[in-house]
Nanobody, 124 residues
Framework: QLQLVESGGGLVQPGGSLRLSCAAS????????IGWFRQAPGKEREGISC????????DYADSVKGRFTISRDNAKGTVYLQMNNLEPDDTAIYYC?????????????????WGQGTQVTVSS
């Protein structure tokens, strides 16, 4: 059974850091593009980062570029999202998702398999 499980969320002060993890099981993780998405209250889910199967290519939304870094460890079946210099606008539920794509992409509709999400709250 294909499963994606996010962890690492929590409450952090503005300017702080968190590292999210997305652990995959039940499928050929290494052959899927993985994306990170977030959804704030009252807003649509948005793609913020993705990484190709090899990990050599990544993409970021403008809102997180320079602050967030995505990486993957295919041997461990895990993708990470290092989030630095967090801002209150980063508060959202963060999801990882998998897609059988030839290249990295951020549109939500491209992703078929989703985790349950982890809450990130940035507040003083």
């Amino acid at each position: 059974q294909l499963q994606l499980v996010e962890s690492g969320g929590g409450l952090v002060q503005p300017g702080g850091s968190l590292r999210l993890s997305c652990a995959a099981s039940g499928f050929a993780f290494y052959s899927y593009v993985i994306g990170w998405f977030r959804q704030a209250p009252g807003k649509e889910r948005e793609g913020i980062s993705c990484i190709t199967t090899s990990g050599l290519n990544t993409d970021y939304a403008d809102s997180v570029k320079g602050r967030f870094t995505i990486s993957r460890d295919n041997a461990k079946g895990t993708v990470y999202l290092q989030m630095n210099n967090l801002e209150p606008d980063d508060t959202a539920i963060y999801y990882c998702a998998a897609a059988a794509l030839p290249a990295c992409g951020l549109p939500v509709y491209q992703y078929r398999y989703w985790g349950q999400g982890t809450q990130v709250t940035v507040s003083s």
